[in-house]
């Protein structure tokens, strides 16, 4: 091949894989495949080794990098690299809009784009190809990054235009997207490399590389978001952009004309949502005005731009410094473990608390002492810490271990087997289980006597009126009236100031006497025995139907109530152990509160008493409730699944045919509903 016939080729095949790049980069739409590019890439490169005076700094081939820059030179931007004004609310962007239409009238369109999450970028054109690369830096001077900008195949080095009087400069924003993102990490950190934090940091950090090379592996993407020059063709921003695209430039999709602020406030609201799924990170929304005239017109403050603004997302996560890790103690003497933060700006509230959960998310998050952490709100009304940041650890810091005492009263905490949670052993003398126990007691589903409340709860204890739900029915008129006292709640910060008035006052002793009537298998429930809900407790007293049969009743006894398991039964059996709370047993019997069941129907000693059934399939005569209750009424025991304890299958229509395989199996009889009913009738 001789030098001129090399020249021509070298020329078709930069034009041939431009386009070919272009389709697919910045269109992504590919028309031929990665092999027949391939070849082209090989038969340019042959060339280019063949005659090394053609090589063009941007040749297509260049894009693989090899430049190491030792230090990125500082250049002054042409024109300075503003930032935009932000906003976080409807409200702001009705002033905002309220500010332009003073201006301009009402004659003008807005131009709605993503707020790209990345790295500013000024792609400065020439004579259509691309000759520096520089990023924002101060505003009005930055780093020129050109080599490794180059490597970028979605920023084209030449541009489809004849161009040659055409200087411009392109801006834009260069990301990395989540999918390289992930990918980059996982090599990070099989290689022992601190991984990057976010895909931001990612694209910035892939920027300063020195080498080239490993910037073009590292697969950044950039869209341009504005033309600036002093001749562009059109008068507008959006008809530039478009014109942009035509020479080669990748321009966002999604960015749509507006031509008005409920139209603006709508594509904020889609892309609110709709933002999880695009493979790569915005933070908002910007909104522009589209003449360039009008923009003229706006002008500029020191800052930023009067012709636009951003609207940024509420963010969901922040990070922060863990300061210290406080220890709640509960009702049941449950200890969970509070972190204490940094003050952090959070979906509008500040977030100075988050929950930890118990010892193993503590230890499951490696906690140390001073980390930076990732706080998230979620559903729930308390944040929590998500993550941490290792790589920010100071290499001194502590690491956080549970507290072994008690941080309330001082008693060797408890952690049963299998169990998430740690205990404070001291029920009845520590004063958040004092408190929560009575809270407990007063709540709606148990005793009902919420007039009283936590708030005033609290007082009554720090009065010492109060140690046990014994004495809320020793209350006297006169020793409530005119209490009060600020209460600080310590995980919102929010302070009330609650007093006991007159009516208050009346209201808690009414409710107090009201209570007396509230049935036994509330009360049961009220007493606040660990694992004895209402359910349970429900279960409970239509077996045994007074409380002295299950004072009495032994741990085998309590084993025959459908329901109630080994854990349940050892936790009544030593709640009534407890002389104190025989005690105050007696004091609300004497109060005159239910103790016994109203229809004192003795189901024990029935025709179907120690008898343990296993009910699956439909019935005629019964619902499957129906015959639960019937079966229970009649002394019997129900559970869900076939063991070597059930005595009986009783079997409906469709019944489950691993159910009748495992009663076969462990000789259980089965029997039908027929057969079922005549038992019923055996005395
Ligand atoms: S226009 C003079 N449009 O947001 C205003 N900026 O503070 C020029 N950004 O770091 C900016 N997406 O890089 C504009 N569609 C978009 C953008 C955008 C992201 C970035 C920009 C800068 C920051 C503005």
Redesign the pocket.
Known sequence: MDFDSAKKRVEELTGILNKHNYNYYVLAEPTISDYEYDKLMEELIDIESKFPELVDNNSPTQRVGGQVTKEFPTVKHTYP????SNTYSKKELQDFDARVRKSLGNNFEYVC????????IGLVYKNGQLIRAVT?GDGYSGDDVTNNVKTIKSIPLKLFHETDQLAFEA?G?IFMPHKSFIKLNEIKLKKGDPPFANPRNAAAGSLKLQESKIAASRNLDC?I??IIGEELPFDNHYENLLEAKKWGLKISVFTKKCESLDKVLEYIHYWESERKKLDFDIDGV?V?INSLKQQEVLGYTAK??RW?I?YKFPTEQAITKLLDVKYQVGRTGAITPVAVLQPVQLLGTTVKRASLYNADRIEELDLHFNDTVVVEKGGEIIPKIVDVDVYQRDKNSQKVHFVSKCPECGSKLLREQGEALHYCPNQNNCPPQILGKIEHFISRKAMNIESLGQGRTEILIKNGLVKNIADLYDLKYEQLLGLEKTIVNELSGTSKKISFREKTVNNILNALEKSKSVPFERVLYALGIRYVGETVAKKIVSYFDDIDKIIKCSFDDLLKVPEVGEKIAASIVSFFEDEKNINIINRLKDHGLQFKSEKAETSAGGPLSEQTFVISGVFEKYSRDELKNIIEKYGGKITSSVSAKTDYLVAGNNMGPEKRKKAEELNVRIINEDEFNKMLDKD
């Open positions: 690299m503003l930032s935009l784009e993503l707020k790209f999450d990345g790295v500013a924002r801006r924003e869209f978001y504005n910007v522009k930023s731009p636009a951003a």
